[in-house]
């Protein structure tokens, strides 16, 4: 496991835009060095439909995540994976073996909705 991060402003956090998306589309991303999936997921109206990559594949199937909640940064620069362009980070957490588990999202979170 990972040591406690230091100890940072609130304002420091509220500059973090996690909001809660509904898994449009998942597909395979074998070109990705490790494996992962490709999400396509919907943020609604402010943010939109954006694209991510996440390493997932251990714990889901493509099927699994579609109509799925997550929990996402929304506001970092686009990051290029291999022929991919990431535009949000999908959060997780580790499992016993360090491979990824999704963050929970409550069914009744609305779509959109910016974590506080």
Do not use: C, W
Not at 40 to 61: C, L, M, N, P, W
Not at 77 to 91: A, C, D, H, K
Request: proline share 9%; hydrophobic share 45%.
């Amino acid at each position: 496991m990972a040591a406690p991060a230091p100890l940072i402003a609130f304002d420091d956090f509220v500059k973090v835009d996690i909001r809660v998306g509904e898994v449009v589309r998942a597909e395979a991303f074998p070109e990705a060095r490790k494996p992962a999936y490709k999400l396509t997921i919907d943020f609604g109206d402010e943010v939109g439909i954006k694209r991510s990559s996440a390493q997932i594949t251990r714990h889901y199937t493509p099927d699994e995540l579609a109509g799925r909640k997550v929990a996402a940064v929304v506001n970092f620069p686009p990051r290029q994976i291999g022929p991919f362009m990431s535009e949000v980070l999908t959060l997780g957490f580790p499992d016993a073996d360090g491979e990824v588990v999704l963050a929970s999202v409550d069914p009744q979170a609305v779509i959109g909705g910016r974590l506080f």
